[in-house]
């Protein structure tokens, strides 16, 4: 069954990760290659965490597009852009990944992150990326492999289980690991992918950056652990913490390619 991820994580927890991945971010927009007038597409803007930002890319002339699937945030990146005095060429609309409001050819770029690992359909979502980014323009795609997370525990046993509860509360956890394929077999041109690692040696930014509660609190209602399971990984983790030794890690992928002049077809 797909899951509705409408409210799973509030601006707050956005706000906050727009910080831990500032310079990834960055990266994104230089790999969209912006220019003033352009106009370019956010698809997955939560509050407006990057089209703001982008705004200054494009100028004045420019436009900025965000669409997400949760009309909330939609609702706080237009207040957002309202109070930047940007509501004229940052515009925020609420729409299906799957099935875009634009025209085909509107974007000179586009961009999406960490929003495929929710899809139920992520190539459907880059086909559509694909379909409304202009000839020639660059569509960018950023997303952790939930695969290579790791947690240091000295339970490895209860360690993994967590780790799968976390797989299992997204539709495409995998999706970032096939970005390179479906690029290519889009029959995007000068495709280029870029490993991006994290790593944690704070529990606490750790254990609000993957929701840790959360997931530990779903582990325990869906069977995955026990109630003395969850309180002996927790003091593990605190232990580790204590001592200065508690170390946490994932990869994400950083996927770039340009669309061709003839048609295209994922």
Not at 19 to 46: F, I, N, P, Q
Not at 198 to 208: C, G, K, N, P
């Amino acid at each position: 069954m797909e899951k509705d991820y409408s409210g799973y994580v509030d601006s707050s927890y956005l706000d906050e990760q727009t910080r831990v991945l500032s310079a990834v971010k960055r990266r994104t927009y230089e790999l969209m290659s912006v220019a003033a007038g352009h106009r370019v597409l956010d698809l997955g803007c939560g509050p407006g965490s990057d089209t703001l930002s982008l705004a200054d890319l494009v100028g004045d002339s420019g436009q900025v597009y965000g669409v997400d699937f949760d009309p909330e945030m939609v609702e706080q990146a237009n207040e957002r852009a309202t109070a930047a005095r940007l509501g004229e060429r940052v515009l925020h609309r609420q729409a299906d990944a799957a099935a875009l409001p634009f025209d085909d050819d509107f974007f000179d770029a586009s961009r999406s992150e960490r929003l495929f690992q929710h899809l139920p359909d992520p190539q459907q979502g880059l086909a559509e990326m694909i379909r409304v980014t202009r000839p020639g323009g660059r569509i960018v795609v950023l997303d952790g492999d939930y695969g290579s997370l790791s947690i240091g525990s000295a339970i490895p046993e209860v360690e993994r289980r967590v780790v799968e509860q976390y797989h299992v509360m997204m539709n495409s956890p995998f999706a970032a690991r096939s970005l390179y394929r479906w690029f290519k077999t889009a029959g995007l041109d000068a495709v280029s992918f870029e490993v991006v690692p994290f790593s944690f040696d704070d529990l606490e930014v750790f254990s609000r950056t993957v929701l840790l509660d959360r997931v530990l609190h779903e582990a325990q209602e869906t069977g995955r652990i026990t109630d003395d399971e969850s309180r002996r990984f927790l003091a593990d983790l605190d232990q580790a913490a204590e001592v200065g030794g508690f170390f946490a890690s994932a990869q994400f992928l950083l996927v770039s390619g340009r669309k061709q002049n003839a048609a295209i077809n994922v």
